[in-house]
């Protein structure tokens, strides 16, 4: 069903670019970059949607805000990323607040009218998706990275990714009309590839349903949520806080009897408190350190490989003896 939705996207989209060219040729005149006759450029803020921009526009000029070892909560608005955001004709970003603390700031040093909330040239992959876990909001400065949308790491998620892929491919359409058929059939190739993909992933995942880790923030929640794994314990006592020696002491305590298959954490989030936890619970925890996204978002298939790492990483947990 899914490709043969990308096929039907492909072929609507070629449509766009040739007989049924008037609308979208008219909605891309008054509101797309002036940018058609030149290669496009895009700033990414993570390193996913540049992967995914790569797959759909490989011509592009991409700029990628963050890297595997980044917190996206908290980036520097360095003077490099404010330069690239002016030139850029698109920003693709997550959205859902994960960008809340850097984003704006460097819309509005890079005063780039194209790139505005609002604006055709900012595509927030959150919109196209329902969330998981919306948090009610709160002023509490307290409270942590709290989204009141729901969680923001939806790219965790092959099924979501497939939702993100084909709305922006439309989107990618309209602004650059005169390249729609070429977007379409990207598209349609990768969806075919990614639905083929996914299903190895759910089969291999099998062993993994109603799995118990322990992992630091939920970087990895929708991972879990597809899987049928359960996220036991939390080793930040609020969301985006480090880990503390009250919080740990309370989970070794709270672990001890039936410890997790594994303690995951992201590549870029210090590892100390995961290993110490684990040595508290006598080694039966194994520590897992693996990438939040993408290493090289310009590497073939670069989601694929990103994908297989982690899934990878976890049937090695689940098979090794406690």
């Known amino acids: 069903m899914a490709s043969c939705q990308a096929l039907a996207l492909a072929t609507a989209l070629g449509a766009a670019g040739f007989v049924a060219l ?5 909605v891309a005149q008054t509101r797309a970059p002036a940018a058609a006759a030149k290669v496009p450029t895009v700033f990414a803020c993570e390193p996913e949607w540049a992967a ?3 797959v759909l526009l490989p011509q592009a000029k991409l700029h990628v805000a963050t890297h595997a070892r980044q917190d996206p909560h908290h980036i520097e608005a360095r003077p490099a990323l404010i330069a690239q955001l002016r030139r850029a004709d698109l920003a693709v970003c997550t959205g859902a607040g994960l960008e809340a603390g850097w984003l704006p700031m460097l819309q509005q040093r890079a005063a780039n009218p194209r790139v505005q909330d609002g604006q055709p040239g ?3 992959a959150a919109d196209q998706v ?7 909001a709160t002023l509490n400065p307290f409270a942590g990275d709290v989204h009141p949308e729901g969680n923001p790491h939806l790219h965790a998620d092959p099924g979501r990714l497939v939702q993100v892929a084909a709305a922006l491919a439309a989107h990618l359409a309209r602004l650059w009309p005169d390249q729609a058929v ?3 059939r990207r598209h349609a190739d990768w ?5 083929a993909h996914r299903a190895r992933w759910q089969r291999e995942g099998q062993r993994l349903q109603s ?24 080793l930040e006592p609020r969301p985006g806080m480090p880990p503390t020696p009250g919080h740990l002491g309370a989970l070794r305590e709270q672990l001890r009897s039936q410890p997790p298959a594994a303690i995951v954490v992201a590549s870029h989030q210090d590892a100390r408190s995961a290993h110490w936890l684990g040595r508290q619970l006598d080694q039966r925890s194994p520590v897992l350190v693996v990438p939040a996204t993408v290493e090289d978002p310009d590497q073939p298939e670069a989601l694929v490989r990103w994908f297989d790492t982690v899934l990878q990483a976890l049937l090695v947990a689940a098979d090794t003896p406690r």
Do not use: K, N
């Open 182 to 184: 070429e977007i379409g």
């Open 191 to 195: 969806s075919v590839r990614w639905q």
């Open 211 to 234: 799995l118990r880790v322990a992992a630091q923030h939920t970087t990895f929640g929708y991972l879990w949520h597809w899987l049928g794994m359960e996220m036991v314990a939390d």
């Open 22 to 26: 008037g609308p979208l040729q008219a």
């Open 122 to 124: 900012l595509f927030f």
């Open 130 to 136: 329902r969330l998981i876990d919306p948090r009610p």
């Open 52 to 54: 995914l921009v790569r």
